[in-house]
């Protein structure tokens, strides 16, 4: 079974820095790759980027490039996603997200807060 167990949320200031993990666990990266969503108040949960052996990091919003990135550890099963010169407009619950083709799984989510 897919599970997925995101970390590392928190609060910064505007400018700062964050690193999430998401430790996964039930396939590898051979198998699927791996993406963050977030979700702010009041808005749709919306796509990031995610990465994969097979084809590296793939971006789903212009507005984090340059600034997030993922990287991954298949050692220990863990997904990273670095966020820097972060904005109040970056505040939100983050999630990890696998396509298996079958069906979607996401983790539980991890707090974001940014203060001006």
């Known amino acids: 079974e897919v599970q997925l167990v995101e970390s590392g949320g928190g609060s910064v200031q505007a400018g700062g820095s964050l690193r999430l993990s998401c430790a996964f666990s039930?396939?590898?990266?051979?198998?699927?790759?791996i993406g963050w969503f977030r979700q702010a108040p009041g808005k749709e949960r919306e796509g990031l980027l995610c990465?994969?052996?097979?084809?590296?990091?793939?971006y789903y919003a212009d507005f984090v490039k340059g600034r997030f990135t993922m990287s991954y550890d298949s050692g220990i099963n863990t997904a990273y996603l670095q966020m820097d010169s972060l904005q109040p407009e970056d505040m939100g619950v983050y999630y990890c997200?696998?396509?298996?083709?079958?069906?979607?799984?996401w983790g539980q989510g991890t707090q974001v807060t940014v203060s001006s």
């Open positions: 039930g396939f590898t990266f051979d198998d699927y790759g």
């Open positions: 990465i994969s052996r097979r084809d590296g990091i793939t």
């Open positions: 997200h696998v396509d298996s083709f079958v069906r979607d799984y």
